[in-house]
């Protein structure tokens, strides 16, 4: 098992892309604090880990918050043991709407959500990683970041300042034994935050859904969208001893949708 004897904590892993990365770490030993604001969710995450012999406790919490992210910190750190693992992937996807029709509320609210909770997070388990001089820190970011799509500015700002936090940190943790690295997903249906995106811009724009799917699919090389599991398996390599020479990389689990 390439987790094994890790403790890893996985942000908005009640439901989609978290929960599988959840559920793949502790299919390879790690334990796992699971972790987003819905209890019963999360509640779930944790006995469906426990049912498969694996070992994970859960809290809901806001990441949003410094409170949230501290108690999310110390639940792992009580119940689990120093945290190895960190991944950002909470994080919402925010108003489908022209950036003129989008208030600074609703701009705050997901650059809150996605980008700063991923500060907060990595600022408060980095200490303990540089004292045991190893670590691994995984930043899910999203297409939205490199390609230009409409009616997504604070959802794109926020992915592309997390892959310009990638770097950064990536910068400053090498040479203390701590890797960080992106994903950067392509469209993975199967998650509520897509379905709720497709029935978005079906009422936008009056649109048939099944030729806008057709015409996602057009962008995509493999001519498929991507799964959850298929995300999972790439954070597994990138947090496990198999990418000890990859820092400060964004991975594209896309299908062939970007280049750079």
């Not at 208030?103 to 990595?122: G, H």
Request: glycine share 12%; hydrophobic share 45%; charged share 20%.
């Amino acid at each position: 098992m390439r987790l094994a004897g890790k403790v890893a904590i996985v942000t908005g892993s009640g439901r989609g892309i978290g929960r599988a990365i959840a559920r793949r770490f502790a299919e390879e030993g790690a334990s796992v604090l699971v972790t987003a604001r819905t209890e019963s969710e999360i509640c779930a995450v944790a006995e469906e880990i426990a049912r498969a012999g694996g070992q994970a406790a859960h809290i809901a919490a806001d990441v949003s918050t410094e409170r949230g992210c501290e108690a999310i910190v110390r639940e792992a750190r009580g119940k689990l043991g120093d945290v190895h693992i960190l991944v950002n992937n909470a994080g919402i996807y925010g108003p489908v709407k022209a950036l003129e029709e989008i208030s600074p509320a609703e701009w705050d609210e997901v650059v809150a959500a996605n980008l700063r909770s991923a500060f907060l997070m990595s600022r408060l388990v980095l200490p303990d990683m540089y004292a045991r001089g190893s670590g691994a820190i995984l930043n899910i970011s999203s297409i939205a970041a490199k390609a230009a799509f409409g009616l997504n500015g604070p959802y794109a700002a926020s992915k592309a300042g997390m892959n310009g936090l990638t770097r950064t940190l990536a910068g400053e943790a090498a040479r203390k034994g701590v890797r960080v690295n992106g994903i950067s997903p392509g469209p993975v249906p199967e998650t509520i935050m897509s379905q709720e995106l497709g029935r978005a811009l079906v009422k936008r724009f009056d649109a048939d859904p099944d030729t806008l799917y057709k015409q996602m699919l057009e962008g995509i090389l493999q001519g498929r969208p991507q799964t959850a599991g298929e995300i999972a398996a790439a954070a597994v390599f990138l947090v496990s001893e198999e990418s000890t020479a990859i820092t400060g990389q964004i991975l594209n689990v896309d299908g062939g949708m970007s280049f750079y």
